[in-house]
């Protein structure tokens, strides 16, 4: 039922974004795909292959949609909300299974790469997201849009299974960032 929403999500953000005539309206439908993107991954489920498909916990999703120029937004909320999804299951009870990520033809990959591949996937995934959303929307648009992608990813890994850890990984990137970004303007200020 989850995915099945998701994709309604996803179908709103899309529609939204394709009748935009304003940056804020771009905005909506990056937020809408966000929350989509947190549980896109697992569509897996639903196909013929298997569970934490490389398929689907990867960026494949996003290099689909960069096909048409009004997914752009989109494309940034999706790639977040991918992001998000891909960082708590970095962080499975166990990496063994089902946890790891299983490729087609090859079958599973091991612990140790699933690690590595859902942390680097992660990783790419919301620098993507972020990169599209800072040069797509307006300043303050972007603030806005990243406020309510900060709020959903909380809310998200606050409820996942392995999001705590991956909420703790976010939050001390964040605050490098702000510590690097603070420590640049007193050295140019």
């Known amino acids: 039922m989850g995915l099945l929403v998701s994709l309604l999500w996803l179908g709103a953000g899309l ?3 394709r009748f935009a005539t304003r940056p804020w309206m771009e ?3 990056a937020v809408l795909a966000g929350v989509a993107g947190t549980t896109l991954p697992d569509l897996d489920l639903l196909l013929p292959l298997g569970h934490r498909s490389g398929l689907t916990h ?3 999703p996003l290099l689909l949609a960069f096909i048409v120029r009004n997914w752009r937004p989109v494309l940034g909320g999706l790639a977040i909300g991918i992001g998000l999804h891909l960082a708590a299951d970095v ?3 166990a990496m063994r299974g089902f946890a790891t990520v299983k490729l087609p033809g090859i079958g599973s990959i091991g612990a140790g790469a699933s690690y590595g591949w859902l942390g680097v996937q992660a990783l790419l995934a919301t620098l993507v997201g972020v990169a599209l959303l800072v040069t797509r929307l307006p300043v303050r ?3 806005v849009v990243a406020v309510l992608l900060i709020a959903i990813g909380v809310a998200y890994l606050h409820a ?3 999001g705590w850890p991956a909420l703790c990984v976010y939050a001390a990137f964040g605050w490098a960032a702000v510590r690097r970004r603070s420590t640049s303007d007193r050295m140019n200020g």
Do not use: H
Request: aromatic share 6%; charged share 5%.
């Open 91 to 93: 962080f499975p009870n």
């Open 15 to 17: 529609l939204v974004a």
């Open 141 to 143: 648009i972007a603030g």
């Open 160 to 162: 996942t299974d392995g």
């Open 27 to 29: 905005g909506v439908a």
């Open 58 to 60: 990867s960026l494949l």
